[in-house]
């Protein structure tokens, strides 16, 4: 709800109650993450390590770029069951393009392009053709997928020279820090700065109440579910890149876990913030928090097959949740507003 | 009148569509004479028992106008519960009834969720399914389970045969004739269709909506059981990955059989899994690598629900001068 926004800005007093209210929805998941890391640390105090800070960092990223554009467009009401194939499309075309002797330059590039188009024609047959968002990227997925897999015949491309990419992957500060966590908290600040500040911002959670509506004030609405599906497509694309870089090596097989993850994560982040909207603060925090949990998991020797059953039950409570705190929210926002 | 015109143009779609499988049928053929031996159409009849069940119960839920993404997830789960029964030594119909009642009770948990706690049906069923995928491990931390399997006479779903045809193809059969009875000439039927065509509209006329949006994820988890049922039955044991290959097919035929039928249907989603159950049989037949089935299928789809669909449609007849002639000609016909 955009009342919450608006609460913030024409009634800066406001009760103690609803103040506090406010502070719960946004620090609650933070402290999560803070909770999380000291019990396990108790345990397993090497999850403090500097290498393991910089591992989840690493992971942190990944996951954070790849979902970035799939968090706008589930805020806007669509899906996007693509993303994780087109980061191992990405994935593998930079390996291959590697293999076949050009430059990293000229495979970061074929791989964001793939990325961009494979986005813009998701945006197309859903926003102009107004085709199921998820049978098409569902669609999409699959043929993304197989061309993965059939770059490199079914098997891994390894990468033998390490890229333009690596510094940035190289712990610095005591081994502990990633320097690739400047630039996705720098593109993370931007992509909150147009979603609080801009009107685009604006548009992507009205398309979500009422996409007939937004059509009629006059918003381009096919414009921007092309590009709302593009930047998901562009930012599966370069974490693809980043875990070329990472794994030295194309994997085609690397997408699969990611669906659920990333939309774990997505998912856990509208909860903060802004109840019940998936949001960019809210997508980062979530990846912190699954990183940490993920890193808590192996140290405390617990099989995958448990884990994706907690994330699982986690994704579940989270969504019922944040289904039952928007009900609330929505009838208390009309009162407000009013 | 029109009732007639409605009557001349299904009978024209369902032409078409036999037109179309009989085309499709023909080219594999010329291009690969083996197609059409015994083995391959019988290998075809099979896979088709086994995908044509996950793609029926993903019908149910596609009538009422959700989504159900938990098909890989359940069949895993239900494929290792019931490799564990039939390994524990129970006899083979109640391994069965043990597989359908986890299933039904993994479609209630959907269904409930979505329907009367209003969850959003996509991600709540890829949680479900998640979770059902790390469940499927807890019996045997992944390894096969193959014990008891050929005593159990399981493998009788998939080699004994009926008046000429394989077991699994009646089961197919009878489960579709049942289905198509209870869709287009009962009330529950006719409850499902106003249910997703308008749920408000639905409920003012005295159905219960929620109740059925919630028995079409118990149908859907229950078909899926049954599907990965009869992939046991061929392969002789239970994986955790089976049933990993049930969905974009499920979805692929539920929605090229709605393209092309003009309408999500018990017949249509028959008419799309034999569709594309021929294509993957084929094309696996020509030799095309097992990476390139997923992308085949995907694209058959995604081609199907362009051609087919409105704004494509309006595109056309917006063109211009072709439509008013086309609109005379259509007329002299009926």
Request: hydrophobic share 55%; glycine share 12%; aromatic share 8%.
């Amino acid at each position: 709800m955009t009342m919450t926004y608006i609460d913030k800005t024409t009634r800066p007093g406001g009760t103690l109650r609803r103040r506090m209210a406010r502070l719960t929805t946004d620090l609650w998941l933070p402290a999560a993450v803070v909770v999380l890391t000291l019990a396990v640390a108790s345990v397993r105090p090497q999850i403090l390590d500097a290498g393991n800070i910089a591992a989840v960092l690493k992971s942190f990223s990944v996951m954070a770029v790849m979902v970035l554009g799939l968090t706008w467009v589930i805020a806007a009401g669509k899906i996007d069951v693509s993303f994780m194939q087109v980061a191992a499309l990405a994935n593998m075309l930079c390996a291959w393009s590697l293999a076949q002797g050009w430059g990293w330059g000229a495979a970061i590039g074929a791989a964001l392009a793939a990325g961009l188009v494979v986005g813009v024609v998701n945006g197309l047959l859903v926003s102009a053709m107004r085709l199921p968002a998820l049978i098409v990227t569902i669609s999409t997925a699959g043929i993304c997928a197989s061309i993965a897999a059939a770059l490199g015949k079914g098997t891994v491309i390894r990468i033998e020279a390490p890229g333009p990419l690596a510094p940035l992957l190289d712990p610095v500060l005591g081994g502990a820090v990633p320097p690739v966590v400047v630039p996705v908290l720098l593109i993370a600040a931007l992509a909150w700065f147009v979603q609080e500040r801009l009107a685009m911002g604006r548009y992507i959670y009205a398309m979500a109440q009422n996409e007939a509506a937004v059509r009629s004030v006059g918003v381009p609405v096919v414009g921007l579910g092309v590009l709302l599906f593009a930047l998901s497509g562009v930012s599966a694309a370069a974490a693809g890149v980043l875990l070329a870089e990472h794994l030295a090596s194309g994997q085609p097989m690397i997408g699969g876990p990611y669906l659920i993850n990333g939309l774990t994560v997505v998912l856990l982040g509208g909860m903060m913030v802004r109840v019940g909207k998936p949001n960019i603060l809210g997508t980062l925090t979530a990846t912190l928090f699954i990183g940490v949990l993920f890193s808590g998991t192996a140290l405390l020797g617990l099989p995958d097959y448990q884990r994706q059953i907690i994330q699982g039950a986690l994704l579940l409570i989270g969504l019922a949740v944040a289904t039952l705190a928007a009900r609330h929210h929505g009838a208390g926002g009309h009162a407000d507003g009013a | 009148m029109s009732r007639l015109n409605d009557h001349f143009r299904g009978a024209a779609r369902v032409l078409g569509f036999v037109a179309l499988v009989l085309g499709v049928g023909a080219v594999f053929a010329l291009i690969e004479p083996r197609f059409l031996s015994h083995a391959s159409l019988n290998g075809i009849a099979r896979h088709m028992a086994a995908n044509g069940l996950a793609a029926l119960g993903l019908t149910f839920v596609v009538i009422v106008r959700k989504f159900d993404l938990s098909i890989a997830g359940i069949a895993a789960f239900a494929a290792m519960s019931m490799g564990a029964l039939i390994a524990a030594g129970l006899p083979l119909w109640a391994a069965i009834m043990g597989g359908l009642a986890l299933g039904a009770v993994l479609g209630a948990v959907s269904g409930i969720a979505i329907s009367y706690f209003e969850l959003p049906d996509i991600v709540t069923t890829i949680a479900v399914g998640s979770i059902c995928g790390g469940l499927a491990f807890l019996y045997t931390g992944g390894r096969s389970i193959f014990q008891n399997f050929f005593q159990s006479g399981i493998t009788d779903l998939n080699d004994a045969r009926l008046l000429g045809l394989g077991v699994s193809l009646w089961i197919l059969l009878a489960v579709y004739a049942a289905a198509w009875f209870v869709m287009s000439r009962t009330r529950t039927g006719m409850a499902f269709y106003a249910t997703g065509e308008n749920p408000i509209a639905a409920h003012f006329s005295g159905i219960a909506t929620r109740r059925f949006v919630a028995l079409a994820y118990v149908l859907c988890a229950l078909c899926t059981v049954l599907a990965v049922l009869l992939i046991l039955a061929e392969s002789g044991n239970a994986e955790t990955n089976k049933g990993a290959n049930l969905m974009m097919p499920a979805y692929a035929g539920v929605f090229l059989g709605a393209a092309v039928m003009g309408g999500t249907s018990v017949v249509a989603t028959f008419g799309g899994i034999l569709l594309i159950t021929m294509l993957l049989d084929g094309f696996a037949l020509m030799g095309v690598p097992y990476y390139y089935s997923d992308g085949v299928v995907s694209l058959i789809l995604l081609g199907g629900v362009i051609a087919f669909s409105d704004s494509l449609r309006e595109w056309i007849t917006g063109l211009g001068l072709l439509r008013p002639r086309a609109a005379r000609k259509s007329e002299n016909r009926a």
